[in-house]
């Protein structure tokens, strides 16, 4: 078997936050994209409430794609799920 080297363990830590940045931006990208569509479909004008519904999952998965690397940088994370889920991120001055 091949043991992995020292080097390529800190490239994949290097490309993990790239990886993690990449999906926020093609999930705030998409919401975006999704919220001025909402205004030229019919009815015109009108978001209706499924394509806020898509808005809101795909924010939440870009959040949840970006908190390890916030947690790694010295973030400090809570995430409330019963009902309405929130996630509040601090970041501690040192």
Do not use: W, Y
């Not at 020292?6 to 790239?18: F, I």
């Not at 994209?33 to 924010?59: E, K, N, R, Y």
């Amino acid at each position: 078997m091949n043991q992995p080297t020292p080097q390529s363990k800190k490239k994949k830590k290097k490309a993990a936050p790239k990886v993690r940045r990449t999906e926020f931006l093609i999930c705030l990208l998409t919401s975006v994209a999704l919220t001025i569509a909402g205004f030229f479909v019919p009815p015109m004008g009108v978001i209706d409430g499924s394509v806020l519904t898509a808005v809101g999952i795909l924010l939440g998965f870009g959040v949840i794609a970006m908190l390890p690397d916030m947690i790694q940088s010295g973030h400090t994370a809570k995430i409330n799920l019963p009902g309405d889920t929130s996630v509040e991120i601090q970041h501690h001055n040192q």
